[in-house]
């Protein structure tokens, strides 16, 4: 029998004896961990940031052992559903150039800013999240929760607290689609108030033009919106304040940001000495 499953006799006859090896007792160890992070994550964590987290922790273990940890105990993250983007780019507003042109790591904070506008359903109706991303960090610095999509509720909201928590104190290019809430003449107005300011936006019906943006919207959707259902839009908000204000900014790690936060990346910028 023991030739058959291709074991040991000694495994057998301590298998028997209920002894336990000292990898199986490093596995559990292990997979105790692993459900830790995947608890403190609130499931939204795969094996690759489970396993980063661990190393900070100087937990020694390899991807493939957490994946096969993982997937043993049936432990998973939160899936990737499809979702649709959602500003209207048809309209008689003037369009600016593509001034970002995918250039997605800039050398520091408060040179080039993303931002985007998504829907999130409730059972009492829409809600609409404006963000604003700084490209250097990834930290959302800027955004607005609205029952309407008006621009001084979307996107001049969503950029007056971002230049408050970030004041602009150099060139700076704001990029977004072409969606009506940025090509207006409100919204225009307000950025003509900081003349460091140039707009740019995305090619016609490019969504990789405005790709940062876009995967923020993809994380919030299949990490908090999708599997939940909201009563109304202060539920929604309060777990939307949750999730990019101390889950996103302050704990998720990022992988274009070598596994670091933004908080940490943030930090690690502003140390750097800038050029003279």
Same mark, same amino acid.
């Given at each position: 029998?023991? &030739? ?13 004896k209920?002894?336990?090896s000292k990898?199986? $007792?490093?596995n559990? $160890?292990?997979?105790?961990l ?5 608890q403190? #994550?609130?499931?939204r964590?795969?094996s690759? @940031?489970i396993n980063e987290?661990?190393?900070a922790k100087?937990? @020694?273990v ?9 997937k043993q105990?049936q432990i998973? +993250? ?9 500003t209207?780019s048809?309209?008689s507003?003037?369009v600016s150039g593509?001034?970002?042109?995918r250039?997605? #790591?800039?050398?520091?904070?408060g040179?080039?800013?993303v931002?985007?506008i998504?829907?999130?359903?409730t059972?009492a109706g829409?809600?609409?999240?404006? %963000?604003?991303?700084?490209l +250097?960090?990834?930290?959302v610095?800027?955004?607005a ?6 621009a ?6 969503a950029?007056r607290?971002?230049?408050s ?7 700076l ?5 072409r ?7 409100e919204?225009r107005? &307000?950025? @003509?108030a900081y003349?460091l300011? $140039?707009?740019?936006?995305?090619? @016609?019906?490019n ?5 940062v +943006?876009?995967?923020?919207?993809? #994380? ?15 539920v929604?908000? %309060?777990?939307?304040f949750e999730?990019?204000e ?6 998720r790690?990022?992988?274009?940001l070598?596994?670091?936060?933004? $908080?940490?990346? &943030?930090?690690?910028?502003n140390c750097k000495p800038? +050029?003279a």
């Amino acid at each position: 029998m023991c &030739e058959v499953f291709k074991v040991s006799r000694s495994g057998y006859y301590n298998s028997l004896k209920g002894t336990v090896s000292k990898r199986a $007792r490093e596995n559990q $160890r292990l997979l105790s961990l692993i459900k830790q992070e995947h608890q403190k #994550s609130r499931q939204r964590y795969g094996s690759p @940031r489970i396993n980063e987290a661990l190393k900070a922790k100087e937990v @020694r273990v390899s991807r493939p052992r957490v994946a096969r940890l993982m997937k043993q105990a049936q432990i998973k +993250a939160k899936t990737v559903r499809r979702f649709r983007m959602g500003t209207d780019s048809r309209h008689s507003f003037a369009v600016s150039g593509n001034l970002l042109n995918r250039n997605f #790591s800039p050398a520091a904070p408060g040179q080039a800013w993303v931002s985007d506008i998504t829907y999130i359903r409730t059972l009492a109706g829409w809600l609409y999240l404006t %963000v604003v991303l700084d490209l +250097a960090d990834r930290k959302v610095i800027g955004w607005a929760l609205s029952e309407t999509m008006r621009a001084k509720d979307t996107t001049v909201a969503a950029l007056r607290m971002a230049i408050s928590n970030r004041p602009v104190l150099g060139e700076l290019i704001f990029h977004s689609d072409r969606g009506v809430q940025y090509a207006c003449d409100e919204f225009r107005k &307000e950025l @003509r108030a900081y003349p460091l300011i $140039r707009q740019s936006m995305s090619r @016609r019906a490019n969504c990789w033009d405005n790709a940062v +943006a876009e995967s923020f919207f993809k #994380s919030l959707k299949t990490e908090v919106v999708y599997g939940t259902r909201f009563i109304d839009q202060r539920v929604a908000a %309060v777990e939307i304040f949750e999730y990019i204000e101390i889950f996103y900014n302050r704990e998720r790690l990022h992988s274009s940001l070598g596994y670091r936060t933004p $908080r940490q990346m &943030e930090e690690l910028l502003n140390c750097k000495p800038r +050029a003279a």
